[in-house]
């Protein structure tokens, strides 16, 4: 099978839907698969003016990009670069969608043309913050049914929430297909704690909550590093340092940006605690590679964690927004565990691990 995974960003710009797309793609390319993925050449988010190579092989995947237009939100193409597009279409028996705002009705035209099977990836739709909220859920309610529905082979809902979403889906169309990542990788991570040295991975991003956790750190009556690792609107974290010089916590901050994977697995080696503060998941990726490593994971009171949570019977779930119970599960930690890590369970994985959701995707793909 020829298999076009389309997504706004792909490597090096780094997330939870990346790192998915490329752990997919390498699975898919061992089980005799053939996939290329296409994407945007600068990352939107920052509009940055650093450019990414048109094309590149990256882990031995064919990576073609192209230039965009207009909002992050729903950026657009030239024609010139349309005609990059269409020749990617029309070598594709499957097209695999994991972003909604990019290229869907374009592939959507271009089946009807060269026939190709059509799917979706929901990665959060358009959830992931309250902003423009009253156009989203206009769009779900009179735009999305009819794509969805007349358009799409399959509809992968990568959480619970996201499968709720699509109730207007014909069943046969929608699979509740949660993310998954190479669990052998986090579980050998070697862990070397440093005393109450914490962590936030992840995008940068409002949806993310990283203010409440300053907020509870800021009441810490003890001596602690934070450190961030990540990208995100260069806008936004300006407006994050600036409250934690407001908080008078900038010197326990460490924003250190996007690291490489054998980077991040260091500074996790040597975390306490894992802090995921987020508002809003589509899935909630890095709250399960934190659990995963073995590092006491503590997560925001949201669906998405609990789930997670729940599945493979560990990681800690607070309220962040309630300052006086979070400090107490905090502190209630660093005063009792002694051990560099906790215990997780392989067996409780499974249904996490990458191998074996690649297997499932392919069956998807045939039938």
């Not at 450019?51 to 237009?69: G, H, L, Q, S, T």
């Not at 169309?173 to 005393?195: D, M, Q, W």
């Not at 006491?296 to 990681?315: A, E, L, R, Y």
Request: hydrophobic fraction near 40%; charge should be positive.
């Amino acid at each position: 099978m020829n298999i076009l995974h389309i997504s706004r960003h792909y490597w090096p710009v780094l997330g939870g839907a990346e790192l998915v797309i490329h752990d997919f793609t390498a699975g898919l390319n061992k089980f005799g698969c053939n996939c290329k993925i296409l994407c945007i050449n600068r990352n939107t988010i920052n509009n940055d003016n650093v450019f990414f190579p048109e094309y590149e092989k990256i882990d031995n995947i064919d990576v073609y990009r192209v230039a965009a237009y207009g909002s992050y939100k729903k950026p657009f193409l030239s024609p010139f670069e349309y005609l990059k597009v269409i020749k990617l279409l029309k070598w594709a028996d499957i097209v695999h969608v994991h972003d909604i705002r990019f290229l869907l009705e374009t592939v959507c035209f271009f089946k009807l043309i060269f026939k190709y099977k059509l799917f979706l990836n929901s990665n959060g739709f358009l959830f992931h913050t309250d902003d423009f909220n009253y156009i989203k859920k206009n769009l779900f309610d009179k735009y999305y049914p009819k794509i969805f529905n007349i358009f799409f082979n399959k509809i992968l809902a990568i959480s619970e929430r996201d499968f709720n979403l699509i109730n207007f889906v014909n069943e046969p169309k929608k699979v509740l297909f949660e993310s998954a990542i190479n669990i052998s990788k986090y579980f050998n991570i070697e862990k070397k704690v440093i005393r109450n040295n914490f962590i936030y991975f992840g995008r940068i991003d409002k949806n993310k909550g990283l203010e409440n956790l300053f907020i509870n750190l800021k009441m810490l009556d003890q001596k602690w590093i934070l450190n961030i690792v990540g990208t995100g609107e260069e806008r936004y974290i300006n407006n994050l340092k600036k409250m934690t010089n407001e908080l008078k916590i900038s010197k326990n901050i460490n924003w250190l940006g996007k690291l490489q994977e054998n980077e991040l697995f260091e500074e996790i080696a040597k975390t306490h605690i894992a802090f995921f503060p987020s508002l809003e998941e589509g899935f909630g990726i890095t709250f399960l590679e934190s659990i995963s490593t073995g590092t006491i994971t503590i997560g925001n009171n949201i669906p998405t964690f609990q789930k997670i949570s729940k599945d493979v019977n560990c990681g800690i779930i607070v309220d962040f927004a309630n300052t006086e119970k979070t400090l107490n599960v905090i502190k209630e930690i660093i005063k009792n565990t002694n051990d560099d890590s906790i215990y997780i369970s392989k067996e409780n994985f499974v249904k996490y691990d990458i191998n074996e959701k690649i297997k499932l995707l392919i069956d998807l793909y045939k039938n």
